[in-house]
């Protein structure tokens, strides 16, 4: 096998891991908002990810950070229990109004989901430490450390924090590159490797999905 076919391969493998688990009409809607708000959402393989994290920990009390259009929301709430409730924060109103659509036309009752509008730092230190089961980040990543500090703080034992996007395209392996959002990236990286309460793992899904569990031992 010469290097061409093993590129051409290895790209097609991608394609075939991303069309496993096809979408259906609501989040292709929610999908296309997405696309139109400008919120570039949760790819199918790393959504589904999320509904299986969700579904291993029989998630019952979600965080999101960052809202979107709810794709990535309706994915977790797919894989959370059938009382479970997804708390998702996002500064931008419209973003939420979006979302809450998308809950709806997948059928999910108001009560499925608190949507808080504000700055994820300031929100994030108001909730319950020790009361989630789960915690998604896709937002701004230059405050991704932030996200990590206060997130890991939230989870029960047993519990699992991921982050989106954290490769950057590539980016984030590139020593030469020292914009502010791969300092950040690379940051939350060795902060999740390094923290002895975690058992770390990098999924190339999509851009990238840093994923953690908090070990049963581990007491707030």
């Given at each position: 096998m010469n290097?061409?076919?093993h590129i051409t391969g290895w790209v097609d493998l991608g394609e075939f891991i991303e069309a496993y688990l096809p979408e259906d009409d609501v989040l292709a809607g929610a999908r296309l908002r997405a696309e139109q708000l400008g919120s570039p959402p949760v790819s199918c393989a790393t959504g589904a990810t999320l509904s299986f994290l969700a579904a291993?920990?029989?998630?019952?009390?979600?965080?999101?950070?960052?809202?979107?259009?709810?794709?990535?929301g309706l994915y977790l709430l797919r894989g959370m229990t059938p009382d479970g409730v997804l708390t998702s924060i996002d500064i931008e109103p419209e973003f939420h109004r979006s979302a809450r659509r998308s809950f709806l036309?997948?059928?999910?009752?108001?009560?499925?989901?608190?949507?808080?509008?504000?700055?994820?730092?300031?929100?994030?230190?108001?909730?319950?430490?020790?009361?989630?089961?789960?915690?998604?980040?896709?937002?701004?990543?230059?405050?991704?450390?932030?996200?990590?500090?206060l997130g890991v703080q939230l989870l029960r034992p047993g519990g699992v924090i991921a982050f989106h996007n954290v490769l950057a395209a590539g980016r984030i392996a590139d020593p030469t590159r020292r914009e502010p959002e791969l300092l950040a990236l690379r940051d939350v990286a060795r902060a999740v490797r390094e923290d002895t309460r975690l058992i770390p793992t990098l999924l190339p899904m999509g851009n990238g999905l840093l994923v953690a569990a908090m070990t049963t031992s581990t007491t707030h």
């Open positions: 290097s061409e076919t291993s920990v029989q998630a019952k009390a979600v965080v999101e950070i960052g809202t979107g259009a709810g794709v990535s036309e997948a059928g999910y009752p108001a009560g499925r989901t608190r949507l808080i509008m504000g700055r994820a730092l300031d929100v994030l230190s108001r909730l319950t430490a020790g009361g989630y089961d789960l915690v998604f980040a896709d937002a701004a990543r230059v405050e991704y450390p932030g996200y990590f500090d």
